[in-house]
């Protein structure tokens, strides 16, 4: 299980906070099944189950396990009143058997066998985190339907997301994550000065297309401090106790880094972005990190 603080601040004038989501509270899971539902179902037009009470569930939410653990980013009112504006479940994978892409994905044949051979050969599944059923509500901005005069910023409840991502990822040593992402949060990364690769691409230029992305989550770091959003950068390792691994010599979740190079164009942005921190900093970084 992932130990944090509970994460309870003010970000452009709005409190905001972070909730672990037990698989036994009923009312916070069903919250986040219902946001599941709206983004994955509803709007992405992906055929999951939802049932008579209008949730998106699976074998995984009933799961008591420490290496699954589920999430949710609340914004809080003048009333103490919190409301859902993301949620995430990640994996802490100890071997392939409990991924998400290995197993479900795979049957749907969402995945293609070679991609997933690929796969298996090239990646050591222990340095991979699975973030899975991560769903942030529309807009820029998200207002509460019982409220009139507050809303949230969804930004900086993505950010928040990561900020778990960020807070695992230092206390297991999993510093990249994996997971399945849709055609419209693909563009927020790339525009968002992720660094990732992608391993697999499905009509990513139609609604409902998605990928196999594989996030570097250091390297991300540097990419957002080079693009001169220091505050975002801090934000997402705000559950943070100790960032050095940030600075740490880059650690290749694959086990032959040139084999595992699926093709080679570069997303341009991020490449100049990070050229411009290596430069400041001495640092030498693989430029194969910014391929995707």
Known sequence: MLYLDIYDAREQGHRYCIRRIDWHDVSKQQEYQRLRAEIFVKRLGWTLLVDP??????????????????YGVYGIDHREREHLLAGVRIFQLRCWNDSMVVNEFAEAG?????????LKDHYNCDDLLELTRL??????????????????????????????????AEQTHQRYTIGIVHTGYLRVMKRSHFVFKELYTHHVDRRGGYALAVVD?????????????????????????????????????????????????????????????????????????FLY
């Open 53 to 70: 009470e209008g949730c998106e569930s699976d074998r995984y939410d009933q799961i008591d396990d420490e290496t699954i653990n589920i």
């Open 110 to 118: 969402m995945i293609p066998d070679p991609i997933l051979t690929y």
């Open 135 to 168: 769903c942030v509500q529309r807009g820029r901005w998200y207002c509460p339907s019982a409220l009139q005069d507050s809303s949230f910023s969804c930004a900086v409840a993505r950010d928040l997301i990561y900020a778990l991502a960020y807070a695992q």
């Open 217 to 289: 989550l250091a390297a991300t770091i540097h990419a957002i401090r080079a693009a001169g959003e220091h505050e975002r950068a801090g934000r997402m390792l705000a559950l943070c106790h100790n960032t050095q691994w940030i600075n740490a010599p880059v650690k290749y979740p694959y086990r032959s880094p040139m084999a595992a190079v699926p093709h080679r164009e570069l997303h341009q942005t991020t490449v100049c972005a990070l050229s411009d921190f290596v430069a400041m900093q001495g640092i030498t970084v693989c430029p194969i990190l």
